[in-house]
């Protein structure tokens, strides 16, 4: 029995190492005469596929698949996952509130005090602005801070550095077969088209108008800062498409663009820190909030409004030329 | 809160820092003015969060209080609200910040583009912000706003460093975070629209409602899975940290050590105020969440030390103990009591001082051998850089949980809060395993440092270490032995924090 | 259950649409895919969200003129105010990532010639090896 278990286990201990006996099946080459020691050459280590040891083949096969089948794994996981989480999501969303319902819990005193007093409270006729520019101001700012966090970390991804290293490129824009690395030339030249030109110098003002139209009406009608500054943004962008980033770079640079950002948020902050600290301390603060309906009302609403449209579309702006251009 | 100075530092705190965050591209790139700058807006933060933290422990009253973001009062507008567990981990947040910033400030030079520091100074000073607001907010969607900032800001500080490698490390990175971001928003909706609120203390009473009438249990419970799985994600637990040593290994030493020690943070914060305040802790024992949390905290545990083991570039190997630290403090929120609420609090703190600790000595070793970061690069770097190897050498002690140093403190709380607990088993069993796998790593790391080598020793030409290096690592080696030998009166503050949190 | 999702069907788009999104953040090789994924999963909580704000019959939430002047400030006319500020807030961090992610993959894909980060990764470590191999070919040299 002893002697019968070792055998076995020998048998194994060279089936890892490679050294066990050959299937039956197997054509054994003839064995080559011996050649010349200096004649000789190295075994190869894959072409004799048995001698290999376990690991060896492990590792081998690992390099052949391994890569297909870590993909394959990964697919296979994630799409399970996505079926569970929708389904989880579907009867989740069965067990919720009915839609359009008016008695859900989502329609308490909060709501009920927003549109009852929102009016008198903040002056803004549309309840929304109030909402986002005086009740929740504090997200609100983050929000705008979040916009200026994107715009410094695009701008210092694409910016100056990385224009440094391009300027000395004046090859076109080609694909290195060998290593697949792009070699970039210089920025695409901007072209005169006589059409694009003619549309955009009609609809440029029109564009800005109504971009200065939703910034300013923003506490009476839907819109505000947000929205009007990315229609103020698409004229700029198409300023700088049918003229050329020239023209645009003459009144809008870089510079132009950090030091309005900076400011226009930085007067958003310190007003709402004013607010926010005459509100905590029940202070009486000294912002009229005028008649509801006027363009003048709605207290600090209207000045945010602008900073924010400010804010927005030089950062669109910038997102594009930079994108575009490498340089803005 | 009669003390209207103290009442207000919440507000400031938060404010300066943003308002520093934005004047500081217009500050001119003269002898390192931005990076100044920012550090003299950290400091007055960690002296005004100190007062605060004074004001809060002598009070007689009430000791938490709510701080109204404008006119309006509680469900209606905004707010902050700050205990002595919020003014503890601000006073942390800022000491730990700055001390990164000093601690690297060469190093910071070396690696980061003259045009591209500007903007470095920027993201700091936003991060601090973010982080104060996560530490200070009442509010789930001011949390979910200032999570934004957290993620776009760490990316970015990430790829701050020129080179093809941050840039990957970076995209990994946020394409992860944005996983976690989608699932925290459609959580955040999901929660508004069971209860009605965003405002953590009346979306508690809502839930407690919906509790005890079992209405919407299943909804409740989908929406907390989603939230903890999204900030999970965003703070490294075990099955979703892929991304961790990528972007923390290659990065620059400050924006690892800020990352590792403070941004992980952040998220892992707003986790437990999302158990204690917004849930409580029992409806999170009824949903079954805090065996989910113990459980992949252990895990964490083990596999972030495993894989530390097979890595040989020090930074990288720094990185995964992270994963490890992380799940000690699921681990311990996941004993779903008040004690290990505040054992996995102390173990934020602790951790926030000991990883930048070691990342910036990791960095002032591969200084001294030339750039390197391979282990076996830096064999003998101990003796030409003496500071950053007691750094190390003080820092794998904590790691490992050696008395006397910060880890030891925390690990002790964590077990003395398993007592009480069903897991008390586990909780031995995960910690002695952990000790002896951090020991595995960090011990052949100190003994590389310290082995002499002549040969190498002629090669370095690193310039010595700056006096202010010196310094900080000095402050690091106090903070770090101060937590380990006196960290009872701290256990008690934190556990008087969580109780009114 | 399939009555209460009809009932639903807006959510269930929603959910369904941010699944689609989150196949596809998790799924696609292709960066741009993965980023177009992700913006997938934000509309879907923007379409969430907007179907929770609604109320039947109610009017947008701007304040109406009543008839004799003055202002109707009625709580049963308008819908919920609340969701259409988050959703706000949601496009403008959306707007941002997306610029943020956009960013990085242009530069990924000046470093690399590939907008694939997997392949990004092998050809980092392709690149790593060469650099190894020229180091200690260099010291074998040296050492020679």
Partial sequence: ?328 | MTNIFAFNIPFVSIFLMMITAIITPLVPDRNRLPEKLSCYAIGIVGVLSAYLLYALTNSGQSIAFNFAMGHYPAPWGNELRAGPLEAVLALVFSVSMLLSLLGNFSSTQEDIAPARRNIFCVLVNLLTAALLALTYTNDLFTAYVFIEINTIAACSIVAVKEGAETVRAALRYLVMSLVGSGLVMIAICLLYDLTGHLLMQNMHSAIQVLVVTKNYMMPLTVSLGLITVGLAIKSALYPFASWLPDAHGSSTNASSAILSGLVLKGHILTIIKIFCRVFGLEVIHALRMDTVIFILGVLSMIMGSVHALREKNVKRMIAWSSVAQVGYIFMAMGLNTTAGVAAACLHIIVHACVKPMLFTSAGGLSNAAGHKKGLHALMGTFYVNKWAGLGLIAGACSMMGVPAFAGFASKLSIMLASFDSQFVVWVIAALALSSVLNALYYVPAVIVIMTHNEDARRNFTASAPTKLYNFTMFMFLMLNFYLGLFCMPLLRLITRGVNVL | MLEKLLLNHYEAAAVILSGIGLTNLLLQRNLIKKIIGLNIMDTAVYLFLAAKGYVEGRAAPILIQAEGGGWVTNPDVYVNPVPAGLVLTGIVVSVSVTAFALALTLRLYEHYGTLNIDEALMKMTEQQEDIEAKISQAEEDVLA
């Fill in chain 1, 1 to 328: 029995m002893n002697e019968e278990l070792k055998a076995v286990w020998a048998s194994f201990f060279n089936w890892v190492m490679g050294n066990g006996p050959r299937p039956e099946n197997e054509v054994i080459p003839a064995e080559p005469p011996p050649a010349l020691p200096f004649t000789q050459k190295p075994k190869d280590k894959y072409s004799r596929f048995h001698e290999a040891t376990l690991k060896e083949r492990y590792s081998q096969w690992l390099e052949i698949h391994g890569l297909h089948l870590f993909s394959v794994l990964y697919s296979g996981v994630s799409v399970l996952l996505c079926i569970v989480l929708v389904s989880l999501l579907l009867a989740t969303v069965a067990e919720l509130p009915p839609f359009g319902h008016e008695r859900n819990p989502a329609n308490n005193e909060v709501i009920e005090r927003y549109v009852k007093h929102g009016g008198r409270e903040t002056g803004a006729q549309n309840i929304v602005a109030g909402l986002i520019l005086d009740y929740r101001a504090f997200d609100t700012f983050g929000e705008s801070s979040v916009l200026f966090t994107a715009a410094v970390s695009v701008l210092m991804i694409l910016g100056a550095s990385r224009r440094n290293s391009l300027k000395d490129d004046s090859k076109p824009h080609t694909h290195d077969p060998e290593s697949g690395i792009l070699q970039r030339g210089p920025p695409l030249m901007h072209h005169d088209d006589a059409i694009l030109r003619g549309v955009a110098s009609l609809s440029i003002p029109v564009i800005l108008m109504m971009g200065c139209v939703v910034v300013i009406n923003g506490h009476l009608s839907p819109g505000g800062g947000f929205s009007g500054g990315a229609i103020l943004s698409t004229a700029l962008i198409l300023a700088a498409n049918a003229y050329g980033f020239g023209k645009v770079h003459a009144f809008f640079s870089e510079r132009t663009f950090i030091v309005s950002s900076s400011t226009a948020l930085m007067i958003y902050a310190l007003s709402k820190g004013y607010s926010f600290f005459t509100g905590a301390n029940h202070l009486h603060s000294i912002i009229p909030k005028g008649t509801i309906g006027n363009i003048l009302s709605a207290g600090l609403i209207l000045p945010l409004d602008i900073c924010v449209g400010l804010i927005v579309a030089g950062t669109l702006y910038g997102f594009y030329a930079l994108f575009s251009e490498g340089d803005m």
